[in-house]
């Protein structure tokens, strides 16, 4: 990301030319293009807050390849900060902000194992995680929020900022926070090396526009402007010769003076601060080198004490297990009741909870003293794993009334809370909110409870009809998947006579691709662990029935579904992959999701995927697609439980 950026103020107002549109994520072999707006008067209105959650994928690498991926660039910035720092071999370092991994790297391969990196961007991360597998370097890449590391109080010895990595976020206030972070993560004794662009030379030699070859296929075209807070605001249009524009993004970075620089790190608790080197980068391609062309090294240590040694906490040890209430009536199960399978699967859950070593369980299912027995609880547990997804009484509405039950009485537990398991109820919801975040998802319309008719169709056939609010697939069968009016308006009056006509029917165009589903178990930007992608293999699937995975499949042993499908990993390619991780992360964070959760996507006839639902407390059977996924990467039912666990009490304890 070349960000000499900013751009000559235009009289015209911005006109979109209009442009195939895919997603990053896109399986298609052919360059995806984008809309492209024209000329604009204020680059700065077109900045996003977090425009460091999207822009850092292949076109980072493609614009920056000359610094970024140069490796003789990198072997002498490594050979510097080691030479300034004089690190101990077993010294802890943190390459903050680390990309694709080159200066952590760097530093295995030079013998200093005890490196880490992290950074935000999930592309990066796994092109980091790639390289040191190949190389087999024993370094540890995680991802996350520079604002809120995922490490205990005194932990590193070296903590780096490099490759000019700071000053994206739109407040000052922000790069205080992530300074006051790393000062808390430091030893007394630690050190931080931040390297960044000199901003009075980028202020004397800003240009409000440039452009420059990439290779011979790819050119890149920059307009840039300085605002009065500091910041140089970049807008980068990138494209391909003969398939036209690729890319056309704003990003924005904060400049620094060295006097700047310096009262900040003192207002963030450093004393000591040295400018220790300049630096010019030279590339292969020498043209426009933006904030990387002209750099300034400073050490620093953190005025600080050590902390005080913490009181060993109370292990999370004794858990009470809430569950659905097998007593009562179920109008999700085909007759209503709990039934054998049932038991056997609540008998697979207890067997599989008692081989994790110093957990007590307890089990509560009775609803009609649940209420009172949350006095016990709170007396004598420390944790709750909620499991109860049929809700308060069974009823699917109420589910977010036990984690509300809890939090009154002051409990710990894991999983969504209320808000959370409200919003993902809502199908509609999610999708706006998928919108709203450039998040794909099918196109489709609401029939609500005074519709009357729908034959004014502008999406073409065919529709699937779900009911907008709901788990667990029901009301979703073979007769929800419509090719003509005739079969639609069948499938709206038996959504409306199984549900009601109060609640809304979702009327969504029927995707064709490949079915899946994605896990993530832990809290991002702290700890996570994304679960391998899973699809639906419907080649068993008698021909002539739609492929989904509906009721019929999930809760009816006489279904043609039952015994035809089942869950393999999911063969895509890896833009397509990152995608859809990345998207899931932005996803369970905007949705308030904790602890662990399931998206279900599905690809269209172009290898777009789009959003279908997002799952907080997904289904824990043993038998499930969680317990598929964890299984895939090697955890068996009782470790996917354990990790639930542990992410709930890292959460609590953070």
Not at 535 to 555: Q, R
Not at 630 to 637: D, I
């Amino acid at each position: 990301m070349k960000t000499l950026a900013g751009g000559a103020a235009s009289s015209k107002a911005p006109k979109a030319v209009r442009r195939p549109k895919a997603q990053e994520g896109s399986a298609a072999k052919s360059i995806k293009l984008t809309e492209v707006l024209g000329p604009v008067e204020d680059l700065q209105s077109y900045v996003k807050a977090d425009w460091w959650r999207h822009i850092f994928n292949a076109n980072y690498l493609r614009t920056d390849g000359d610094v970024v991926n140069d490796a003789a660039i990198t072997d002498r910035e490594v050979d510097l900060l080691v030479d300034i720092l004089q690190p101990a071999p077993e010294a802890r370092i943190l390459d903050l902000c680390c990309g694709q991994g080159r200066h952590t790297l760097g530093l295995a391969r030079r013998g200093f194992d005890q490196a880490t990196g992290l950074d935000r961007s999930h592309y990066l991360i796994t092109r980091a995680r790639g390289t040191a597998r190949k190389e087999g370097l024993n370094v540890s890449f995680r991802e996350g929020d520079a604002r809120k590391l995922p490490w205990p109080t005194d932990h590193f010895d070296f903590v780096l900022i490099l490759g000019n990595s700071f000053g994206y976020f739109e407040s000052r206030n922000d790069d205080q926070t992530v300074l006051r972070e790393i000062r808390r993560i430091l030893k007394p004794t630690g050190k931080l090396l931040l390297d960044l662009t000199d901003g009075d030379f980028m202020r004397a030699r800003f240009e409000p526009r440039s452009w420059e070859w990439i290779d011979k296929n790819y050119f890149v075209c920059r307009e840039r402007s300085l605002t009065d807070d500091d910041r140089l605001i970049s807008r980068e249009v990138i494209t391909h010769v003969s398939k036209g524009v690729i890319s056309d993004q704003f990003y924005a970075e904060r400049l620094y003076s060295e006097p700047q620089m310096r009262d900040l790190l003192k207002e963030c608790g450093y004393m000591e601060t040295e400018l220790c080197e300049q630096v010019t980068t030279e590339s292969q391609r020498n043209q426009d080198l933006g904030m990387m062309g002209r750099r300034m090294i400073y050490t620093s240590r953190p005025k600080k004490e050590w902390a005080a040694p913490r009181k060993k906490e109370k292990a999370l040890r004794n858990v009470a297990v809430v569950m659905g209430d097998p007593r009562k009536t179920d109008i999700v199960k085909p007759d209503g009741t709990f039934d054998e399978d049932d038991f056997a699967t609540i008998h697979r859950l207890k067997e599989a909870l008692s081989e994790l070593n110093g957990y007590r369980f307890q089990f509560f299912d009775n609803h009609d003293t649940l209420q009172t027995d949350v006095r016990r609880i709170r007396a004598e547990f420390d944790l709750v794993l909620n499991l109860c997804d049929e809700g308060f009484g069974n009823q699917a509405t109420q589910e977010l009334h036990v984690p509300a039950l809890l939090e009154m009485n002051g409990i710990r537990y894991t999983g969504g809370n209320p808000q959370c398991l409200a919003y993902c109820y809502d199908k509609s919801l999610v999708r706006g909110v998928a919108k709203e975040m450039d998040i794909p998802v099918p196109e489709a319309f609401i029939i609500k409870a005074d519709d009357t008719t729908f034959y004014e169709l502008t999406l073409p056939f065919p529709f699937i009809v779900k009911p907008n609010f709901g788990d667990s697939s029901f009301g979703i069968t073979v007769d929800s998947v419509c090719h003509d009016v005739a079969q639609l308006e069948n499938a709206i009056l038996k959504a409306r006579d199984t549900f009601g006509y109060k609640h809304p029917v979702l009327i969504e165009q029927f995707l064709t691709g490949k079915d899946l589903s994605v896990g993530i178990i832990g809290n991002p930007p702290g700890p996570y662990t994304a679960l391998p992608v899973i699809e639906e293999d419907y080649s068993s699937l008698p021909d002539g029935l739609p492929k989904i995975c509906g009721y019929e499949a999930k809760w009816d042993p006489e279904s043609p579904y039952w015994s035809a499908l089942r869950s393999i990993p999911a063969e895509l390619p890896e833009k397509t992959h990152g995608f859809l991780i990345a998207s899931c992360l932005r996803l369970f964070e905007r949705l308030g999701c904790r602890d662990y959760a399931r998206f279900d996507w599905r690809m269209d006839s172009h290898g777009t995927p789009r959003l279908l639902e997002a799952n907080p407390n997904p289904g824990w059977c043993w038998d499930g697609h969680l317990a598929k996924m964890a299984a895939l990467a090697g955890h068996n039912y009782s470790d996917m439980l354990g990790l639930i666990l542990k992410a709930a009490e890292e959460r609590i304890r953070s």
